[in-house]
């Protein structure tokens, strides 16, 4: 039995525990709380791609300019500046214009630069368009059957509220291929960082929620690190007679 043909995201670990890559053409969801670190990681699988792998992105974004896309990067050493000059990555900043003209944008930005990689970040751009939920939710599944089309690897980042976790318009449940959940909570006196996968489709992936930190390399995910591994106490140790 062959396996699902994957890519290589980029960020450290996350092909770990995704079963070895994410299965190219899918389209996935990034829900996570606010800083929980979504644009980094899509940022760095963009950069990543275009210039380790060989595969060029489309950088979609709510409010964002383009220079500002440039400067969030800037801060991880990622020069977003270069790629979009030599034609290997394109962002696209999003106006409250009718939502057809918003897929051909998509559509034409792909296949300018010839993008594999897609970003949609923030996700609830699509909330914007539609007063009412039915016809939300009705054309963002739309959309993300025409995101499976183009040939991409395509991210949608969704902000979930602290107090009331959303769906993406069921997004996540209908059409998304994956869903990757990204944690920023409290625990006992401190905040921790962890993210798990929710769902994959043609692939197994680790069903644990995994340790990951940020730091100015951008997203690292400890792969091989359970998130409340520790050292068992002393004591426990201390009685215990050595075995032969
Ligand atoms: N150069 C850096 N080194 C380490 N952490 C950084 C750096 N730049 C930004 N951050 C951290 O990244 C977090 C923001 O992550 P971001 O990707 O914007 O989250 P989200 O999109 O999920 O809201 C902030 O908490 C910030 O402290
Ligand atoms: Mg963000």
Redesign the pocket.
């Known amino acids: 039995m062959t396996g699902p043909v994957r890519i290589r995201s980029g960020v450290p670990g996350l092909d770990e525990i995704t079963g070895g890559g994410l299965p190219a053409n899918s389209l996935v969801v990034i829900s996570?709380?606010?800083?929980?670190?979504?644009?980094?990681?899509c940022l760095q699988y963009l950069f990543m791609g275009a210039t380790q792998f060989n595969e060029n992105g489309v950088f979609i974004s709510l409010e964002e300019t383009e220079e500002e896309i440039v400067r969030?990067a800037s801060?991880?050493g990622w020069d977003l500046a270069s790629l979009i000059k030599s034609g290997r990555l394109k962002t696209i900043t999003v106006e409250l214009y009718d939502f057809d003209k918003l897929k051909n944008t998509i559509e034409d930005a792909v296949a300018s630069v010839n993008a594999k990689r897609l970003v949609i970040?923030p996700g609830v751009i699509f909330r914007l368009y539609f007063e009412r939920e039915l016809d939300a939710r009705k054309r963002i599944m739309s959309l993300g059957r025409m995101l499976k089309r183009l040939g991409c690897t395509a991210w949608i980042?969704n902000?979930i509220a602290l107090d009331a976790p959303m769906s993406l318009f069921g997004l996540e449940e209908y059409v998304a291929d994956g869903v990757v959940l990204?944690y920023h909570t409290k625990y006992q006196d401190r905040f921790v960082r962890s993210i798990g996968i929710l769902k994959m489709r043609g692939t197994t992936f680790s069903e644990k929620l995994h340790p990951m930190i940020?730091?100015?390399h951008g997203v690292h995910i400890f792969a091989d690190k359970d998130l409340f591994e520790q050292a068992p106490p002393a004591a426990a140790n201390a009685g215990k007679g050595r075995g032969g």
């Open positions: 996570g709380d606010p800083g929980s670190g979504k644009t980094t990681m969030a801060y991880y970040d980042t902000e990204m940020l730091t100015e």
